[in-house]
């Protein structure tokens, strides 16, 4: 299995990824980095990340970089830290992947996760030769930062609602919500290392079950569950029904470009296709962009837009910050609600879109995932290539998006249909089409 991925470093924990890699891992980052800078690193509540942290910190630490100890704190409070004080920063989690996998996210002094660097790090890493140094660690405190800067840019806002942590790094924000003036319920607020016993820690279906019947006795505005490292939020409204996330782009889309009077609007290739026309009206642009957050974050920077989104409930608010966070999206949509008065159904209701549906089909490996990706690449020669897959345009609509995970040995596939029924005749055409190839590979 490959260590690097597009995204980021990963693997399951005690096989591709060891303590020993991690170890190599941080001398590969330190000589990328000459050995002179000073690095922060976070990680999130897998029972992995401690022993990872220790072997990376000290790799890192033998090239004579210097370390600054986060702890555990969720995702974008690494990434904040990094981007407030202008340095290079690690946070070690594997995100939605299960609790066995664990992996290493780093990220630029601009608050832009490696991209490009990934490749040169990879050859740093299996060239195996570091430079030698002694450097120094320290302990910091990262969330009240964090804490005080939103609460000073999201303004004075209100709202009651319920948060499910599913156990990940985003338990240590509960104290920082009800700072900032958001009274919330918590679910799975503790910090687990088994997260609950959760398999795919994707805030979706079974996952969020607990929220959605949590909020159905009117008491609150909306809930919200985050990832294990709370860089996405998906939100379901006052009556427990979750809102697809090309609504909620278009529910932030609207009043942001209301705010700053248009604007370009980055969105990946698997959002709804009336999101373009729809941010043309209000005066705005949007500039599709390949699905990954590092390239979301990349390309908004880029592009200088206001905006970033993705279907996969990653939403980018380039005036605070380039990279994702849960908490402030949180904050944002309570802002919106403060302003505007109406409930997070109200919202959603006035907009409509055609139905979007998800899957994923195991590929067993990720040999064979690429592998049936090129095969379904050179049956459709005319679809548009979005770099790990292809996306098959239907008519002004209907589209089909095929890709490879970049996180784990699966395909997925992504429909979006001009009614339920012609979503379901699509996916199970697609998903028996990609079966097929799986078998045949």
Known sequence: MNLFRAYDIRGIYGKELTDEKARKL?????????????????????PSSPDLFDSFASGLLSTG???????????????????????????????HNPVEWNGIKLFKPNGVSFTEELEILRNVFSSGKFLKGKGEMEEREAINDYTNFLRERIGKIRGRIVVDFLGGSGTALTKAFREIGVDIKALHEKPDPSLYG?????????????????????????GVALDC????????????????SSVMCAIFIKEILKE??????????????????????LGGRVIRCRIGHNFVEQKVVEEKAVFGGEQSSHYYFSFFYPFSDGMLSTLYLCKILSETGKRLDELAQSISFHPIARVYINAKTDEKKFKVIQRIRKSYSKAIDVADGIKIKLNDIEWILIRASHTLPEINLCVEA??????KELIHKYSKLIRGEIKAS
Request: glycine residues 10%; positive net charge; proline residues 3%.
């Open 418 to 423: 001009k009614n339920e029924q012609r979503l």
């Open 260 to 281: 700053k009077k248009g604007g370009k609007v980055v969105l990946t290739h698997d959002c709804a296709s009336e999101l373009d026309e729809f941010t043309r009206r």
């Open 198 to 222: 959760f398999h795919r820690l994707e805030p979706m279906g079974d996952l969020i079950y607990s929220l959605s019947e949590s909020i159905k006795d009117g008491k609150f505005d909306f």
């Open 229 to 244: 490292d709370a860089d996405r939020a998906v939100f379901i409204d006052s009556h427990g029904n979750p809102i697809d």
């Open 26 to 46: 941080g001398k590969a980052l330190g000589t990328f980095l000459k050995g002179n800078k000073t690095v922060c690193i976070g990680f999130d509540t897998r």
């Open 65 to 95: 970089c210097n370390v600054i100890s986060l702890g555990m704190v969720p995702n974008p409070v690494a990434y904040f830290f990094a981007w407030k004080n202008k340095m290079f920063g690690c946070y070690i989690t594997a995100s």
